[in-house]
């Protein structure tokens, strides 16, 4: 067994029995490889990646590979979904030098940490133009024995060529209209208008995307982005990108019409298209978006909940097919014979309502179930009784293995998602869960200086400090349940987690942020990057946090360090519309005031003041922060001089320095937040 037995790793947990003398990612990994005079082998991936495990069993499992490996190299496994900040300086190298990266990334490294040579996955034979693995290690072996001068050089130019990759960033102003303007007819030029999403395949869920264009139509009333917003989450959700019978989305499609998927489950992903559908619901009232908001926040509370009340990072795309090989998609995939089997008489019409064929639209026959566009009418009660007899026959299948732990970003990003989604459809379940795991953070993640970690496991948390994305997606998480439960004690959890941002991640000359802290590990670059990918950027996720912030509290710092980050907004929203969508999200709400709506009555239960909480809740204005409480309540600042109006409970709506007459009227209030 080698040193990865004792991380708290999913990932690294698999690599531990691994015959390669594997190290974790530290200090004295490098300290080996100075005294043994030995180049790195830097390994990168997560749990739930296909590729990962296939090159972790051709050549990780294989023990003349391993024999080769720790003789000449000191080979070092890391999970990127933990140190995002290793993965993000090296991913950068990789793309920098090849024009393209991915996972597992295979780097090799001096001892000081300088890149020298990249590359993705290897296979054991050479193939597809490809060298083998071997061949890979013999020629970095070869170089570094031979021609070390050359590698020097090589490595110290890479590394200076990243430190030139800074980004300038001058405090400019945030975007305005105009540059909004021109983001939108950006998308509008990148949109698939036959399958909704943008871009060819792979095709990925444009969740932050989405967002900015339910918030434009919200502000502006453009039907193009709300018809954007509603045909691609419509595409998504009838394809087989989303789980027809258990709910939740897998990763990406690999093709363009999100029929096949690539199969794994991302709490990430799941979280943010949770909050999607609940906010398109809450702009349309689509039945469909309503099913989906729901049954997506089943899904995770169902299958990713851990038993501290925290939500697991992925399911795998692989699981035992029943013969004991391990095969993608194998749980989620039917052939006709198969619906013959649980269902009898109703096989052809389950057949026909999700798209089965004796063709398959995926390997060897099988089929992703969809909801194909059909004609014809088919009996509701018939089809959720299909759903209910193949669900249950799925669950006797191998399940795919589950990453339990615990990303304090990600799940913040759940936070807001299942305390919005339960608030609006009245499921208080939901908001519990949204509770339950906002309290694991704070006992588990918080040290008593308010600095997160980045993950934990079985109620352990791990050594990795948190970067910017998991303050500010934590500080969004208890900010929308701040709105949601009226408890004033995750708005100052917001702003301790927000006075990090303002201490330890911002440049005070400019205003930029950094991925890290200040006091982090020195990597060979500080990582920043302002852009989207999975998730929301670090960047824009703790401007939009810090914009909410100042609007419960009337903060100046954290406004003008908002107004400040979003500068890079008005430079890249133009240009690169799909990778900046949080950026473009947030300033909308910048434009809107955001508005600060304070609800105060006689009493929390009160049904008149719960239904102007509801109506404000549900109301569109992009970013709009709610306060609810007693007059006498000094949990949010908001509620500071907000009396009853003749009694009764009621509504203080301002933005920008300006306030509405309070109203007790849910149906006015609702007028004026667009509802």
């Not at 793309?95 to 597992?104: I, L, M, S, Y």
């Not at 027809?244 to 999100?258: E, I, K, N, P, T």
């Not at 990453?403 to 305390?419: F, H, I, M, P, R």
């Not at 929390?604 to 404000?616: I, P």
Request: net charge negative.
């Amino acid at each position: 067994m080698n040193r990865l037995a004792h991380e708290t790793s999913p990932y690294l947990l698999q690599h531990a029995d691994n015959p390669v003398d594997w190290w974790p990612w530290s200090a004295e990994a490098f300290d080996r490889a100075r005294e043994t005079n030995r180049p790195v082998l830097l390994s990168v991936g997560y749990s739930s990646c296909h590729w990962c495990h296939v090159m972790a069993h051709e050549s990780f499992e294989d023990r003349a590979t391993a024999e080769y490996l720790n003789e000449h190299f000191v080979s070092v496994k890391v999970d990127r979904e933990e140190r995002p900040d290793v993965d993000a300086v090296y991913m950068e190298a990789v793309q920098a030098a090849t024009g393209q990266g991915g996972w597992p990334m295979t780097v090799f490294l001096t001892p000081d940490a300088e890149p020298f040579y990249f590359g993705t996955y290897f296979p054991p034979a050479p193939r597809h133009g490809m060298p083998s693995f071997r061949q890979v290690l013999e020629g970095v072996r070869a170089a570094w024995t031979d021609r070390r001068d050359e590698v020097a050089e090589v490595a110290g130019k890479i590394v200076r060529d990243l430190a030139e990759r800074e980004i300038s960033h001058q405090g400019a102003q945030p975007p305005g209209e105009q540059e909004l303007g021109q983001a939108l007819l950006g998308l509008t030029r990148e949109y698939d208008a036959q399958r909704g999403g943008f871009g060819g395949a792979p095709k990925f869920p444009p969740s932050m995307v989405i967002e900015f264009l339910l918030r434009h139509h919200a502000r502006t009333g453009s039907e193009g982005a709300l018809q954007m917003a509603a045909d691609t989450c419509e595409r998504m959700a009838r394809g087989g990108l989303y789980d027809q019978l258990g709910g939740g989305f897998a990763r990406y499609s690999v093709d363009r019409d999100w029929v096949v998927p690539h199969f794994e489950k991302m709490l990430y992903d799941n979280a943010l298209l949770c909050r999607v559908y609940a906010h398109l619901w809450r702009a349309t009232g689509s039945e469909l978006a309503r099913r989906v908001a729901l049954e997506t926040a089943d899904f995770m509370v169902r299958e990713l909940r851990t038993d501290e009340g925290g939500f697991a990072s992925a399911l795998d795309a692989d699981s035992d097919d029943g013969t004991g090989k391990h095969v993608e998609g194998a749980y989620y995939v039917w052939t006709p014979a198969q619906l013959g089997e649980v269902l009898g008489a109703d096989a052809d019409l389950a057949a026909q309502y999700f798209g089965v064929t004796e063709a398959g639209t995926f390997e060897d026959g099988q089929s992703v179930l969809q909801l194909p566009q059909q004609e014809g009418v088919f009996d509701a009660e018939k089809v959720e009784s299909v759903k209910r007899r193949l669900f249950a026959k799925r669950a006797e299948r191998p399940a795919p293995g589950r990453d339990d732990k615990v990303v304090a970003a990600w799940n913040g990003l759940a936070v807001a998602a299942l305390a919005e989604t339960g608030a609006y459809f009245d499921r208080p379940d939901l908001v519990e869960a949204a509770v339950a795991a906002a309290d694991l953070l704070v006992r588990l993640h918080l040290d008593d200086h308010a600095r997160l970690a980045r993950t934990s496991r079985d109620g352990r948390a791990g050594a990795n400090a948190g970067v910017l994305e998991d303050y500010g997606d934590v500080a969004e998480g208890f900010l929308a349940l701040a709105s949601v439960t009226g408890e004033g004690v995750w708005l100052e959890f917001a702003g301790l987690l927000l006075d990090h941002v303002l201490v330890r991640f911002v440049d005070p000359e400019t205003g930029a942020l950094y991925d890290t802290a200040s006091d982090a590990e020195q990597l060979i670059r500080r990582p920043q990057d302002p852009t989207d990918n999975a998730t929301p950027s670090g960047w824009t996720a703790a401007a939009g946090a810090l914009l909410g912030y100042a609007a419960h509290t009337g903060s100046e710092p954290h406004r003008t360090a908002a107004e400040r980050a979003l500068g890079v907004v008005r430079t890249l929203g133009p240009r690169v519309p799909r990778f900046v969508g949080w950026g473009l999200a947030v300033a909308e709400a910048l434009l809107d005031g955001p508005r600060e709506i304070a609800i105060v009555g006689p009493d929390q239960r009160d049904s008149r003041t719960t239904a102007l909480h509801r109506t404000a809740l549900l109301g569109v204005a992009p970013g709009a922060v709610v306060a609810t409480g007693t007059p006498e309540s000094d949990e949010f600042p908001l509620l500071a001089g907000r009396p009853l109006v003749g009694g009764e409970a009621a509504a203080y709506v301002c933005r920008n320095f300006t306030c509405d007459a309070p109203t007790t009227d849910p149906e006015r209030l609702k007028a004026v937040l667009g509802g």
